[in-house]
């Protein structure tokens, strides 16, 4: 395990190749902040387990693998244009984990611990969204649009069965993926907001299975939670899975009103239907939380859980003052 001195160091690193990323004007120039990036994410993976070694191999072959696509295809961008541009959103959305190239995700992030899996799902994928962001994409629209569907089906149906709570997130962070897609191939800023309003939901509920040691369903109807902790998580679940009138439901309908004139309505289609698959192994989730859970009558705690319960709480309900100013937007 690393001290708070080098984890600091270590994401400071991770940090600094992501601003390199997104301000360099020259594809060598990404291409060294993404490796920088990589390598300083690496020693969070490969720690003394041995399974979070096999994690870290995988994780930066397949990055790596992404990194050398995106450097050739930008290096030879003036010799085939078209052709390499399509490389440079493969390598991308390979690096992301966005379906059909999430092959390595759900694996590398089972592996993980919660703080791991937080940085993998929301820091290392600012970089790749950026630059996909940046790039023209008329020539990669369509596997950008066969992206958002397959992710939406991928990331609706892969975490039905699953008992391990970090492989249900990391396909709902599939889906979510896809919504963000939606915006960003449209050229729509609101794929940003979209993106920060899913780290909030995604800290809120890693809080709070960090601070009970939860990593699987079977523990969510056998650890001891107070009933303040119970309804905090129950919460924070379901606004990840998009339960109006929450904070995911707010993020998911601005998507819906911004870009239904502008979109393909399949991919919009598929994306809305994929939800609401997602949003039943939520309520599944939050049902055992609140439920199956009612038995613990007791639970100590200390005032740092209360005051995180309270912010994830208030953060996840934020929803609720906002839906009445996002229906009349959309219907004016």
């Known amino acids: 395990m690393f001290n708070s001195l080098q984890s600091l160091i270590f994401l400071s690193g991770m940090v600094m190749g992501v601003w390199i990323s997104i301000f360099n004007m020259s594809w060598i120039g990404v291409w060294v902040g993404l490796e920088m990036n990589l390598l300083c994410f690496i020693p969070f993976l490969t720690q003394s387990s041995k399974n979070y070694s096999e994690a870290g191999v995988s994780y930066f072959l397949t990055q790596a693998c992404g990194s ?46 919660w703080e791991q899996f937080f940085f993998l799902s929301t820091l290392q994928k600012l970089a790749p969204l950026i630059l996909l962001y940046s790039s023209e994409l ?30 249900l997130l990391v396909y709902s962070s599939i889906n979510h993926l896809g919504w963000i897609l939606i915006p960003l191939v449209g050229k729509n800023e609101f794929w940003v907001i979209y993106f920060f309003i899913y780290c909030f939901m995604l800290l809120n509920v890693v809080m709070m299975l960090i601070m009970h040691k939860i990593y699987y369903m079977n523990q969510l109807c056998s ?28 993020s998911k309908w601005g998507v819906i009103s911004m870009s239904v004139k502008s979109i393909e309505m399949v991919s919009l289609t ?25 038995a613990n009558k007791f639970f100590y705690s200390v005032g740092l859980s209360v005051s995180i319960e309270s912010y994830s709480l208030l953060v996840s309900l934020i929803g609720f003052w906002l839906s009445p100013i996002m229906v009349i937007s959309f219907l004016q």
Do not use: D, Q
């Open 223 to 250: 650890v001891m939670i107070s009933w303040k902790g119970k309804l905090v998580l129950m919460v924070g679940l379901l606004s990840l899975g998009g339960m109006p009138p929450l904070l995911g439901f707010i």
């Open 138 to 167: 008329e020539s990669s629209s369509s596997l950008i649009y066969l992206s958002i569907i397959m992710s939406g089906l991928v990331g609706g149906v892969g975490g039905i069965n699953e008992s391990s709570i970090r492989k």
């Open 68 to 113: 050398f696509i995106l450097l050739m295809a930008g290096v030879s961008m003036e010799n085939f244009s078209g052709f390499m541009k399509v490389c440079i959103s493969l390598a991308l959305l390979l690096k992301m984990g966005v379906s059909p190239f999430h092959f390595w995700y759900p694996w590398v992030a089972s592996e993980l611990k």
């Open 270 to 294: 598929v994306m809305v239907m994929s939800s609401v698959i997602t949003l039943f192994y939520y309520t599944r989730a939050g049902f055992s939380v609140l439920i199956l859970n009612s």
